[in-house]
């Protein structure tokens, strides 16, 4: 289960394109059986993989692995975070942030200051979208680390933990997200934080509307006063606000999905919208029905 965000694009295109024309894969696959792994024949797997030193070998048993709950197999994963191949590192990082053993976010907690984040900045924002994923507020303090608005910052990263911020369901998300929204708007020049601030409005409008449950828009100077209008009183709904902005909300939705779940979202939209187009076929032909019995009935009439 390597999971990328390669499904996302197709979630969005489905998402906005009601027009598609219908094809054979519109049909719902078939439903397969979920097969359990046993523990100690993942974990015999990835040792085997890992002692043969193949990358392909390794990959492998991480995929067949990654769903399994399981300390020890955990554990198999945390080494692999220190590969010397970055696509098994990256696997390793996957298999961790979809695992959903408690050993799994303890793992990551603990990966937090290795050097290889710092050295790589597609390795750091999968590992800040890991983070995210867990929603867990023992989380927080890894995710706002370096959290500032700077050239100095990979756009990338940054943009992975304004997100991630948005999974922490505490008061302390939106005011670090407010501070960072306020800070791109004091900043300026090309190169310096106001070069950063349309491309993350966004970022932080998508995470403060699914932290609040409130819908302001990019406007910081809107949601600041909101906020100072309301934080008092606030409290943070256990469940994610929705974005009133369907782009924004499908973005959102698939960036937390793993592919199996994306897929399974594009082929519920196709299930959906093929039901759609079979009502309204059949609405058609009602009013075609009815139209054609209004005529004949005007055809038994006498002119007068």
Same mark, same amino acid.
């Given at each position: 289960?390597i999971?990328t965000?390669?499904?996302?694009s197709?979630?969005?295109?489905f998402?906005?394109?009601?027009?598609?024309p219908?094809?054979?894969?519109d049909?719902?696959p078939? +439903?397969e059986e979920?097969v359990?792994?046993d523990p100690?024949?993942a974990l015999?797997?990835? &040792?085997?993989?890992i002692?043969s030193?193949?990358?392909i070998?390794?990959?492998?048993?991480l995929?067949?692995?990654a769903?399994?709950?399981?300390?020890? +197999?955990?554990?198999?994963?945390y080494k692999l975070l220190?590969?010397?191949?970055?696509?098994i590192?990256?696997a390793?990082?996957e298999?961790?942030r979809f695992?959903?053993?408690d050993?799994?976010?303890?793992?990551l907690?603990?990966?937090?200051?290795?050097?290889?984040?710092?050295?790589?900045?597609?390795?750091?924002?999968?590992?800040?979208y890991?983070?995210?994923q867990?929603?867990?507020k023992?989380?927080?303090?890894l995710? &706002?680390?370096?959290l500032v608005m700077s050239s100095?910052?990979d756009?990338d990263?940054?943009?992975?933990k304004?997100?991630a911020?948005?999974?922490i369901?505490q008061?302390d998300?939106?005011e670090t997200?407010?501070q960072?929204?306020?800070?791109s708007?004091?900043g300026g020049?090309r190169?310096?934080?106001g070069?950063?601030? +349309?491309r993350?409005?966004?970022?932080v409008?998508t995470?403060?509307? +699914?932290?609040?449950?409130v819908e302001l828009?990019?406007d910081v100077?809107d949601?600041?006063?909101?906020?100072s209008?309301?934080?008092?009183?606030?409290k943070?709904s &256990?469940?994610e606000g929705?974005?009133d902005?369907? @782009?924004?909300?499908?973005?959102?939705?698939s960036?937390?999905?793993?592919e199996?779940?994306?897929a399974?979202a594009v082929?519920?939209?196709k299930d959906e919208?093929q039901? &759609?187009r079979k009502?309204?076929?059949e609405?058609e032909?009602d009013?075609?029905? @009815?139209?054609?019995g209004d005529?004949?009935d005007?055809?038994?009439?006498i002119?007068?």
């Amino acid at each position: 289960m390597i999971c990328t965000l390669s499904l996302a694009s197709a979630l969005l295109f489905f998402a906005q394109n009601e027009d598609v024309p219908a094809t054979d894969s519109d049909t719902p696959p078939a +439903v397969e059986e979920e097969v359990k792994i046993d523990p100690t024949e993942a974990l015999d797997k990835i &040792k085997a993989a890992i002692k043969s030193e193949s990358e392909i070998v390794i990959l492998d048993a991480l995929e067949y692995a990654a769903d399994v709950q399981d300390k020890k +197999v955990i554990g198999e994963f945390y080494k692999l975070l220190k590969h010397k191949s970055a696509d098994i590192r990256l696997a390793s990082l996957e298999a961790l942030r979809f695992n959903e053993h408690d050993e799994a976010l303890k793992r990551l907690i603990a990966f937090g200051k290795n050097k290889l984040l710092l050295d790589d900045d597609e390795y750091h924002a999968a590992y800040i979208y890991a983070l995210g994923q867990k929603a867990d507020k023992k989380a927080a303090k890894l995710i &706002k680390d370096g959290l500032v608005m700077s050239s100095a910052n990979d756009i990338d990263v940054l943009t992975a933990k304004v997100y991630a911020l948005g999974r922490i369901r505490q008061v302390d998300s939106i005011e670090t997200l407010l501070q960072l929204s306020q800070s791109s708007v004091r900043g300026g020049g090309r190169r310096g934080r106001g070069r950063g601030t +349309v491309r993350m409005r966004i970022e932080v409008q998508t995470s403060l509307a +699914v932290l609040t449950g409130v819908e302001l828009g990019t406007d910081v100077l809107d949601w600041t006063s909101w906020w100072s209008d309301n934080k008092r009183s606030f409290k943070m709904s &256990k469940t994610e606000g929705k974005i009133d902005n369907n @782009k924004l909300q499908a973005k959102w939705d698939s960036m937390w999905m793993t592919e199996e779940q994306k897929a399974q979202a594009v082929q519920d939209f196709k299930d959906e919208r093929q039901q &759609k187009r079979k009502d309204a076929k059949e609405g058609e032909k009602d009013d075609s029905k @009815k139209k054609t019995g209004d005529k004949e009935d005007d055809s038994g009439l006498i002119d007068f």
